[in-house]
């Protein structure tokens, strides 16, 4: 899932192409490739995991090893377009997007799956920066806000239509594909993409050839990340040996590590992964903390609700991804209020957005105290509703209204470290959530063979549990709202 930047981070005249709609549907081509494939394990999961095998902790690795991936890779991502260019970058990345999801399509084991979902987001990191520049190569000043305005409801949508999609593709079992078609979908849109993206998208020259990649804060800032999250996706299920908590621990001073190496190669000259000034300004600073909270509770949700109607309720692929439908329906109506009031709301409309998605929290879990094992699917549609309403107001105007106390010149590489903190904040969620709601399924017998109604009674506790942490993340988010810029840039 990837929030819009409002203003553009640098102003860059437009080329003049032909045909600047028919490049922007490449470019949108291409990132929707990525906001569905950072979702589709919330529901094509349990299908992966009956035909490979594997525990719950593959099942939280196939999706956070793609947005851990992706995390890392999209520090340097942006630097690779202007180094190359923006054209040729999202050429290969999108190419390189396609081969990789064969390879997940084609992945015999869930080992396999998963190192080919880590190579999928780093070809995703490659692919997805390159997205708003093209834009501003590919239209006119006057006509670019049309543009950014078509793309920040599309995202919206896409990126909760994930779980839908794989539930209808999981379910149609086209050609005897099953899960694997979730994967194989990327071959026509990510092929659509690299022929009009080569035919329409304008060759603007390189912005600079003389910075080199920071190839060492790269490493630095990929072990931090995974030292967090490794143990908190593989320590249940190895009963939280000792080396799990000292990864977890070890994470913090190589993240301190990697924030001073980043201060003297700034002060050297020398081109960094981040612009260190900006963590000095409280907007900033905030806004990291946000988004690690607002997206670690929208995706760790996304994969307790998916995991419980299928795992805990039995639905099939097809029954929970209609289910969540509604949740979809509400993130479009949201993104397209969002995309009409945010000039006038500012900042308003991100505590708008959690106070509704808090109202629909707090009435799923209304439903799962009052309904207990009997819940059903029509008693989830308007809490869901709801909470897609909210959380889709929150994703177009975010990233402006926190670029909102950033210099000029920081902006590009706030931009880039923002989009990586969403997706690390992604990682996180999936990695916590996932592990509450997992444990607590395992503590009420599931994996023992236990009624069906003790089944659905454990899964219902397990996802009233998950839901009460997500409500409180949505408060803490609230909370720290009030510290961000009033108005967007």
């Known amino acids: 899932m990837t929030a819009v930047l409002e203003a553009p981070a640098t102003i860059s005249p437009s080329i003049g192409v032909r045909r600047p709609w028919l490049g922007l549907s490449a470019v949108l081509g291409a990132t929707l490739m990525n906001l569905l494939d950072s979702t589709v394990v919330s529901v094509g999961g349990p299908a992966i995991q009956a035909d490979l095998g594997g525990g719950a902790a593959a099942l939280q690795w196939i999706a956070a090893g793609y947005t851990l991936a992706l995390a890392v890779g999209l520090l340097t991502g942006g630097r690779l377009g202007d180094m190359f ?4 970058m999202l050429l290969l990345g999108t190419a390189g997007f396609v081969i990789t999801s064969l390879a997940c399509a084609l992945a015999p084991t869930p080992e396999i799956l998963i190192v080919a979902r880590a190579l999928q987001g780093l070809t995703g990191a490659v692919m997805i920066p390159q997205g708003f520049g093209l834009i501003r190569d590919l239209f006119p000043p006057a006509e670019q806000g049309k543009a950014f305005g078509a793309f920040g409801p599309v995202i919206g ?54 910075t080199r990649l920071d190839l060492p804060g790269s490493l630095l800032a990929g072990a931090g990340m995974l030292l967090m999250i490794y143990p908190l996706v593989q320590g249940r299920e190895l009963g939280w040996p000792a080396w799990s908590l000292v990864m977890l621990a070890a994470s913090v001073p190589v ?102 998605m808090a109202v629909g929290i707090t009435a799923l879990y209304a439903v799962f105290q009052l309904a207990g094992a009997s819940v059903g699917a029509w008693d989830l549609v308007l809490p869901l509703l709801a909470y897609g309403v909210g959380m889709g107001m929150i994703f177009v105007p975010l990233f402006g209204i926190i670029m909102g106390g950033v210099e000029d010149h920081e902006i590009g590489s706030a931009s880039g470290t923002l989009e990586g903190i969403q997706q690390l904040g992604a990682s996180l969620g999936i990695a916590v959530l996932g592990t509450v709601f997992f444990g607590q399924l ?35 988010a609230f909370a720290v709202g009030f510290l961000l810029p009033r108005q967007a840039r």
């Open 442 to 476: 395992g503590q009420a017998g599931h994996i023992g063979g236990h009624a069906v109604e003790a089944v659905r009674l454990g899964a219902v506790q397990a996802a009233g549990t998950v839901t009460l942490i997500t409500l409180g993340l949505t408060a803490l």
């Open 85 to 88: 260019g923006r054209r040729r």
């Open 255 to 356: 993240f301190g590590l990697f924030g001073l190496y980043q201060v003297r190669r700034n002060r050297a000259g020398a081109a960094t992964l981040i612009e260190p000034s900006v963590f000095g300004k409280r907007s900033f600073s905030s806004g990291v903390v946000f988004v690690i909270v607002f997206f670690g509770a929208v995706a760790g949700f996304g994969l307790a609700v998916g995991m419980f109607l299928q795992l805990g309720l039995g639905y099939s692929a097809l029954r929970a991804s209609l289910t969540m439908a509604s949740w979809a329906v509400g993130a479009f109506l949201g993104t397209a209020f969002s995309a009409a009031r945010m000039a006038v709301l500012g900042r308003r409309i991100l505590h708008l957005g959690l106070a509704i």
């Open 157 to 210: 949508l896409a990126t909760i239509l994930g779980p839908v999609v794989a539930g209808l593709l999981v379910d149609a079992d086209v050609l005897g594909t099953g899960w694997r078609m979730i994967f194989l979908i990327n071959l026509p849109l990510g092929l659509y993409a690299l022929i009009v993206g080569a035919r329409t998208l304008p060759s603007a020259p390189a912005r600079t050839r003389s």
